[in-house]
């Protein structure tokens, strides 16, 4: 089932600063060879790290009864984890091949989202964005319209772009809330400890 999320529908949701792996092109009613070829390059690593995020979840099923045994095994097992998804992140950003883009900030919200672009985007542009969120291997590849446009006076980017997602699925909502969920707890166990 595919949602639209209304404007005033978007504060009900939690909103979080984070850091994604985010690419995005304005749609355009003709897409040229060249589009298209980039669109293939990066669902090819997107394919990928799709595959690794649906193994991690598989695999944390097992290492949750593992670790209910030995805390031992389990904090090894993660470790081995760690190191392949470092080695397959090395993979697809070796040489800048890859056609993905490197790190950026977000605001990340269920209804939609906020970055820094270099380009000035007008309001109701509808745009094709892609994302890795790096805690949970997440791929999303979902559509926008900018609702807001404002000057950037901070930061690596002139201006700040806010985007509403449109024809986001409720399994995609779901995805995005369980993620901005497990940061927060992460944010709050982090200043515990401090």
């Known amino acids: 089932m595919t949602t639209n999320v209304q404007p005033n529908e978007r504060r ?9 792996i985010f690419s995005y092109h304005v749609l355009k009613k003709e897409r040229s060879d060249d589009d298209q070829n980039e669109i293939e390059k990066v669902s090819t690593a997107f394919e990928m790290i799709e595959l690794f995020g649906q193994m991690n979840q598989q695999m944390s099923v097992a290492l949750g009864r ?5 805390a031992d095994v389990a904090t090894y097992l993660k470790g081995l984890d760690n190191k392949i998804e470092l080695l397959a992140q090395m993979y697809l950003f070796k ?4 056609s993905l883009e490197p790190r950026r900030q977000i ?4 209804g939609g989202l906020a970055f820094g672009s270099d380009e000035k985007l ?9 994302m890795i969120l790096s805690t949970d291997l997440l791929c999303l590849h979902l559509t926008g319209r900018v609702i807001q446009i404002s000057n950037e006076k901070n930061g690596d980017f002139p201006y700040r772009i806010s985007v509403g997602f449109v024809e986001i699925s ?4 779901d995805q995005i809330i369980k993620h901005i969920m497990r940061l927060q707890a992460e944010l709050l166990r982090a200043k515990r400890e401090s």
Request: no cysteine; hydrophobic share 30%.
């Open 95 to 98: 040489d800048n091949q890859s």
């Open 12 to 20: 009900q949701y939690y909103r979080i600063d984070d850091s994604a």
């Open 107 to 110: 605001n990340l919200g269920a």
């Open 66 to 70: 593992i670790s209910d045994h030995s």
């Open 122 to 130: 007008k309001q109701g542009t509808l745009i094709a964005m892609d």
């Open 170 to 173: 409720d399994a995609e909502v």
